[in-house]
């Protein structure tokens, strides 16, 4: 069964430092996600990306993030200067249609972030 | 501020009885309607997506929606202890990107 696959796991960094998340979405989907969650709370949405650019961002998603798909399979989150808060689950995920399955996603299974 | 509400639990029921949850959601425009399953340190998986009002079964899950009074329900019926995992309520509108409840905890105990 296709599946979205992402890494690391777990990453773990310093307050300040660079964190790059990758994502491999499921091969013939179009619409690509990042959400978070933060340990004990909401799952949040981040960003969509559809056709090489971004379609939505929340609030969150400030100059700080960035996404791209630098080939035909990778997706990537960057995080320029991670703060304590950025500390979370990540998670990738993918559809491949429109209209009203705009919310049936494929998640993958997370990157854990811990900023120190 | 779009909002999806959901009681956080937790919530026991004994195997085979029929667990109910409960979503409630503020945005009237909202269209689509769907019910995640999250185990524990695991990512959500659908289970369940609805777009009419009424009833919509699918095996032993039956989701039910009511856009007049904002409403959407999950039923499980012959609850088994691997449906123990929290339930998230989502909503897609006209921001169309999903707004997660809290969910909510089940616990089947066998």
């Known amino acids: 069964e296709p599946e979205v696959t992402q890494t690391p796991s777990h990453q773990v960094t310093q307050m300040g430092q660079e964190v790059i998340l990758r994502c491999v979405p499921i091969s013939n989907h179009l619409y690509f996600y990042w959400y978070r969650q933060i340990l004990g709370q909401k799952v949040e949405f981040l960003v969509s990306?559809?056709?090489?650019?971004?379609?939505?961002k929340s609030e969150i998603f400030d100059d700080q993030f960035s996404v791209e798909r630098p080939d035909g399979s990778n997706f990537t989150l960057k995080i320029r200067s991670t703060k304590l808060e950025d500390s979370a689950m990540y998670f990738c995920?993918?559809?491949?249609?429109?209209?009203?399955?705009?919310?049936?996603?494929?998640f993958g299974e997370g990157s854990r972030l811990t900023v120190l | 501020q779009k909002e999806v509400e959901q009681n956080s639990g937790p919530l026991s029921v004994p195997e085979g009885a029929i667990a109910s949850l409960n979503c409630t959601y503020s945005d009237r425009g909202s269209q689509s309607f769907f019910w995640y399953r999250q185990y524990s340190g695991k990512s959500p998986e659908l289970i369940m997506s609805i777009y009419s009002n009424g009833d919509k079964e699918d095996g032993r899950f039956t989701a039910q929606l009511n856009k007049a009074s904002q409403y959407v329900s999950l039923l499980i019926r012959d609850s088994q202890p691997s449906d123990s995992a929290t339930y998230l309520c989502a909503v897609s509108g006209s921001a169309r990107q999903l707004t997660f409840g809290s969910g909510t905890q089940l616990t089947v105990l066998p």
């Open positions: 995920a993918s559809r491949a249609g429109t209209g009203r399955s705009t919310g049936e996603l494929f």
């Open positions: 990306f559809y056709n090489n650019e971004i379609s939505e």
